[in-house]
Structure formats: C-alpha cells, structure tokens
C-alpha cells in the first residue's frame, strides 16, 4: 500500500475504533483501486431495476494480482477461522466463480459453483460439479445486495441435502432487508468489509461530501423505493 494511503489508513483507524482492522484494509485497497462508482445525480440501475447512487465494480480484484492474492488469503483465512469443518467451497455462479476457486485451491477443498436457478439447457443443472448429501458447505460471493442469489443458493444446496455453514464475502451493502432474509433462512453472512466502511473512508479522502454520504445512507435503508 503507498505510503499516503498507509498513513490516512492509521489516521482514519484511530478515529473510528468500531471498525475491524480487515474491514478498513480492504476498504481502502477497493478504493485505491476505484471499484467504487458514486454517481447520486445518475444514478446506476443495477439487474433488478434498482436505482443505486454508487456501483461496486470488484471485478477489478481479478486484475490485479497483489489483490486478488490479498482477497485470496483473507476469504481463505475467514473460512478456516470460522469454519474448519467444511467440505465444500461453493461459488455462486457467475461473478463469484473465480474467488471461489481461488479459495477452495488455497484451502485445498474440493469446489463447486451453483446457478441461482437451474440452466434452462444441456443437462439443466442447478449446482456444477460433484456434491455429496450431508456435506458441509461453504458459500463464496464477491459483494452481497439485495440477497435473493444467495437464498436461491441456500436453498438449492440444502435441498440437495447439504449442510450450509455460512456465507463469506468481499463486500456486503449491509441492507436491512437482505440481513432480515438471511437470518430467517438461519444462515450467518461474514463480509471482509462493509458498506458503512467505505463510506467513512471515501468521505475522509474527499472522495464524498458529508450530504452525498448522507444520502448514500437514506438509501442504504430503503433501496428499493429510492429515488421514485
């Protein structure tokens, strides 16, 4: 990390003890990347039909080797930390695919990747690769939204008879409505950063102003029914 970043990383730490070492390392290396869009006068329309005033472009992770290794051992040491007994690293299909394989190899664990619904051709599979009744899985993800992929995940691999033990990712959104779904379906949701954090960066590196952070928040509570 440059030395400038390094330091307002030490800085900004002191000023806000409630965030985790992880979670404000990985956020200014996003940031010093530019996988963050913020764009409140045009908005961004995500898949869903969402209008969203800043976009997550992590697929850059990919591109850049130092990282992509740094995602890498973070997803892997979270796992094994949290989640010795797994079997099974599963990606969910497409985006997460890489990150997933990258991890299953780091942890060596058997991978597969699962579609949020079965393909509509060849052999109309739901879940890629070799996946045994009663293991115990893993789910990998590059950024949590709206959560309906990872409940579509869940429940595929449960109603193939697995255990799952949780889901990790690169960077939640921390939106009420996605955390409500996941803790009915019982399923824990580890992010190596947050929405919160990367707003409280961009806004010290001058990146937001305090309005434009603000309004990012009002947002991040109802973003379905923002700016309608």
């Known amino acids: 990390m440059p ?24 956020a200014l290396k996003l940031l010093q990347l530019k996988a963050f869009k913020f764009q ?11 209008l969203a005033p800043m976009y997550c472009d992590d697929r850059k992770v990919l591109s850049y080797p130092k990282m992509r290794d740094f995602i890498r051992l973070e997803l892997a040491r979270t796992i094994a930390e949290l989640y010795p007994d797994a079997d099974v690293i599963a990606g969910i299909a497409t985006n997460a695919i890489a990150h997933g394989v990258l991890v299953a190899e780091q942890l060596s664990l058997p991978f597969v990747y699962v579609h949020p619904t079965p393909k509509d051709h060849g052999l109309e599979n739901q879940i890629e690769g070799d996946l045994r009744p009663r293991q115990s899985v893993v789910i990998v993800e590059n950024q949590v939204n709206a959560g309906n992929n990872c409940v579509k995940v869940v429940e595929a691999l449960r109603n193939n008879g697995c255990n799952v033990l949780g889901i990790v990712t690169i960077f939640d959104y921390e939106f009420p409505s996605t955390h409500r ?42 973003p379905s029914k923002w700016n309608k």
Do not use: C, R
């Open 40 to 50: 409140l006068n045009n908005p961004f329309k995500w898949a869903n039909g969402w």
């Open 181 to 222: 779904k996941l803790e009915k379906l019982g399923v824990d949701l580890m992010a190596l950063t947050n929405l919160d954090t990367i707003l409280h960066h961009a806004s010290y590196m001058g990146m937001l102003t305090q309005h434009e952070e603000q309004t990012i928040k009002e947002w991040q509570t109802k």
């Open 3 to 26: 030395k400038i970043l390094l330091n307002l990383y030490v800085l900004n730490t002191k000023l806000s003890g409630k965030m985790s070492i992880l979670q404000n390392m990985t």
